[in-house]
């Protein structure tokens, strides 16, 4: 008897500490903690727009959701993140949807060459037959859209300035998607594949002397301090890529209706804020290069016809040939 007593006080002093120190642990009562994670720098404006969903829903929830942003590939690797988001491990990124090509190669389509022409454009997708069929197969793959968020990207190079496609050939060159690495091949350039937080390095080393990435990626990993000339997407650009904030589907569906509310009302506020980011960059990135010495050069209409003459011909036709539904992607994207 006195050792079942023993044992009952014991466990009710086990059970009272337990509850006493649960708050020490960071997560009040009731309230869910959860992981974003992404591959950009903390000065970039990606990060900034979790640092600002971060804020607004922890206070629409009063709590109830908070979240801790790792930036800089610090808990995911780039790529790695599409796996971890289909499994339910991971909950947010802000994640480029073509680096999920390998396993969801329609994805490929928001990576396309020359497929829009601004970065509003690739934000009206969200009110357009497209962008509703690109949240249709993410969602079976495992990821719910929450804002679209689109950047444009430049051209940087060592030893010479790359303007036309022609000028490629014999450059060792960074792609980002397979449709832009199929076309650059059939151009003449060599392909190395890696994502943008690899690239100063590969430039610095010699693995690359030429590379095309986001204007955000252009400042916020320095890449200025590796090249010699940029082609500005200020005016024009050939390369956009749909990088927006998703959500695991399998975290998605364990939220109750208030918290989804509060969730989706917080990326609608913040989509004005992606599109003046995306926009701002393409202006800044050409006066951060001027200033470190690079020699920028605008491109003209001219010269993205000429690009995209070459897209339709290599990466448009190999991706209706190679993925399925590919043509009607690539239908659905040209509709006005």
């Known amino acids: 008897m006195r050792k079942l007593c023993g044992f009952t006080v014991f466990w009710g002093l086990l059970v009272t500490l337990s509850l006493v120190l649960m708050p020490m642990h960071g997560v009040y009562a009731g309230s869910k903690t959860l992981k974003i994670s992404h591959q950009f720098a903390e000065s970039d404006v990606r990060h900034q727009i979790c640092v600002a969903f971060k804020k607004k829903v922890e206070e629409a929830t009063k709590g109830q959701l908070k979240f801790l942003i790792y930036p800089s590939a610090s808990l995911y690797k780039p790529k790695a993140q599409y796996e971890a988001l289909k499994k339910g491990v991971l909950d947010f990124s802000v994640f480029p949807l073509a680096y999920a090509s390998g396993k969801v190669p329609a994805f490929d389509i928001t990576l396309m ?9 690739g934000m009206d997708w969200r009110n357009r037959p497209i962008g509703k069929e690109v949240e249709a197969i993410a969602e079976k793959s495992g990821m719910k859209i929450l804002i679209w968020l689109w950047y444009a990207g430049g051209i940087g190079s060592k030893g010479k300035p790359i303007i036309l496609p022609e000028d490629v050939k014999g450059f060792k060159m960074r792609a980002a998607g397979k449709q832009f690495e199929y076309m650059l091949n059939k151009a003449g350039a060599s392909i190395t594949s890696m994502p943008s937080s690899e690239i100063y390095t590969a430039l610095q080393t010699g693995v690359l002397d030429a590379c095309l990435t986001s204007s955000t990626s252009f400042i916020s990993y320095r890449l200025y301090e590796q090249l010699d000339y940029f082609n500005s997407p200020e005016k024009y650009s050939i390369w956009f890529m749909a990088e927006p904030l998703v959500v695991s589907m399998k975290t998605w569906n364990k939220l109750s209706a208030e918290e989804k509310a509060a969730i989706e009302k917080a990326a609608r506020e913040l989509e004005k804020k ?8 393409n202006h800044e990135v050409s006066r951060v290069m001027k200033e470190h010495g690079v020699k920028v050069h605008a491109m003209t209409m001219d010269e993205w016809k000429k690009w995209k003459d070459l897209a339709v011909k290599t990466s448009w036709k190999h991706f209706a040939e190679k993925v399925k539904n590919g043509q009607k992607l690539l239908d659905l994207a040209r509709q006005k």
Do not use: N
Not at 274 to 281: C, F, N, Q, T
């Open 113 to 121: 060459p020359c497929i829009i022409s601004s970065v509003k454009e």
């Open 274 to 281: 992606g599109l003046e980011d995306s926009v701002g960059a």
